[in-house]
């Protein structure tokens, strides 16, 4: 059941599927780009320009993988006409502080701050996996990569996130 | 498949194992562990990236989305920047007035909804989802299955209304029923509604709700008493 984006009836699909998207669309550039301010102007160009060519997508069907590319690249393009210059990690996870003092629970901080430290090549993966839920066919067709560097990037990524949070006997990172 | 092989899998994709990676687990108790590990620090992740996303007003064509402070910088027409303003203020004043009138409808609404974005919803089918999956996935929301909710043939962690929720398809003698299970969305008794031609029903279940999409009012109904009674929630 794919519900048309185009005439009037379209407008409402579109504008549901936004309401519905959006908190996870936010998420995404916010751990892409791991400041909130710059995440909620990428999704607020994203979904403009989304509307300007809803109907080039046709169904909502497979929007949600479209919106994920938009934003994707509006954040690329904001990083291409804004330069920021470079900023240690150490800065960007003290700066983002009331993000990652947010969580309840403690091991959920530490896993926040884990998170925020890792490579992008690994930190956009594992967002994609386990926050949009994600398959790994499609991750490796969002990022132009094959699948099995997609697996390689997330199992490494989960090694990098149990050796931070000092989790012990894990045999398996021999396996890298 | 060895252990090493497992592992490279498990990690990479714990909850998406080949055959061969499931045979291994079935029969090597160390990797079944590693496994169960994998899978709780995913549920710690996906808490972790959870983070509160801001407010939660719609916008529609009328008002489109605010334009953020990084674009407004470069607005430098004074009128335009109050004409932005001013559509804003409409759409949060529409966007509030249509969640507090309709949040109810809204949520039977964007139940189906959802359906459109999950191709594989509202299947027939025998073959079952993995049993560990199914495990996995209720695990995320603090839920365990206490008693045989029905076949089970599909499932998912879904994005829905700013939470992941779990996505269950379960067969019934009158063909599949779609469940979500809303542990953020209080319901104070069960409602029924027809949506898109589904017919469905949102019950008080646990702390929160499930919602049950299917064919016909029986069918739901049934099937939402069944997997109420299946679900234990901590």
Redo the contacts between chains.
């Keep these: 059941?794919?519900?048309p984006l185009a005439g009037k009836d379209g407008?409402t699909?579109?504008?549901?599927?936004?309401?519905?998207?959006?908190?996870?669309l936010?998420?995404f550039a916010?751990?892409l780009a791991r400041d909130r301010?710059?995440a909620?102007?990428?999704?607020?160009?994203a979904?403009?320009r989304a509307?300007r060519s809803r109907e080039s997508l046709g169904e909502?069907?497979s929007?949600?993988q479209w919106l994920l590319t938009i934003v994707r690249r509006e954040h690329a393009r904001?990083y291409e006409r804004?330069r920021f210059e470079t900023v240690p990690v150490d800065d960007l996870v003290s700066g983002e502080s009331p993000?990652l003092a947010?969580?309840e629970?403690r091991?959920?901080?530490d896993?926040?701050r884990a998170?925020f430290a890792l490579d992008t090549d690994y930190r956009e993966p594992?967002?994609m996996?386990?926050?949009?839920?994600f398959?790994?066919d499609e991750i490796a067709r969002e990022l132009g990569l094959t699948q099995g560097a997609?697996?390689?990037r997330?199992?490494r990524a989960?090694?990098r996130?149990?050796r931070d949070l000092g989790?012990t006997g894990a045999?398996?990172d021999?396996?890298s | 498949m060895n252990c090493?092989e497992f592992?490279?899998?498990?990690?990479?994709?714990p909850e998406?194992l080949s055959p061969d990676a499931v045979a291994h687990r079935d029969g090597c108790p160390q990797c079944a562990q590693?496994l169960q590990?994998?899978r709780l620090?995913?549920a710690?992740?996906?808490?972790?990236?959870?983070?509160?996303?801001?407010d939660?007003v719609?916008?529609?064509?009328a008002a489109?989305?605010?334009?953020?402070?990084?674009?407004q910088a470069s607005l430098g027409n004074r009128n335009r920047w109050y004409a932005l303003a001013a559509s804003i203020a409409g759409g949060v004043a529409i966007g509030a007035l249509l969640w507090v009138s309709g949040s109810r409808d809204a949520l039977a609404?964007?139940a189906v909804?959802?359906?459109?974005?999950e191709?594989k919803a509202?299947v027939a089918t025998q073959v079952p989802a993995d049993a560990a999956q199914v495990t996995a996935v209720l695990a995320k929301d603090g839920i365990r299955l206490r008693s045989d909710p029905g076949l089970v043939t599909y499932v998912?962690?879904?994005?829905?209304?700013?939470h992941?929720v779990p996505h269950l398809v379960v067969q019934t003698s009158e063909g599949p029923v779609t469940v979500l299970v809303l542990r953020e969305e209080k319901v104070s008794r069960a409602r029924k509604f027809h949506e898109?031609g589904y017919a469905g029903t949102i019950e008080p279940s646990g702390p929160g709700s499930i919602a049950v999409i299917g064919g016909t009012d029986e069918q739901v109904k049934e099937a939402a008493a069944r997997i109420d009674s299946a679900l234990e929630w901590k």
């Design positions: 059941m794919n519900a407008e699909a579109f504008t549901r599927l936004c309401e519905e998207l959006r908190p996870d936010f998420r916010f751990w301010q710059v909620e102007d990428v999704v607020q160009e979904l403009l509307w909502t069907g929007a949600k904001l804004k993000e947010a969580a629970e091991e959920v901080l896993m926040r998170i594992l967002v996996q386990v926050l949009l839920g398959s790994t997609v697996l390689t997330l199992f989960r090694q996130l149990r989790v045999a398996e021999d396996a | 090493l592992r490279r899998a498990a990690g990479a994709d998406h590693f590990t994998v620090m995913d710690t992740i996906l808490k972790a990236l959870q983070i509160p996303a801001g939660r719609a916008w529609t064509p489109p989305p605010r334009v953020g402070a990084a674009v609404r964007d909804a959802h359906l459109a974005h191709p509202m998912m962690s879904c994005p829905f209304r700013g992941q898109q």
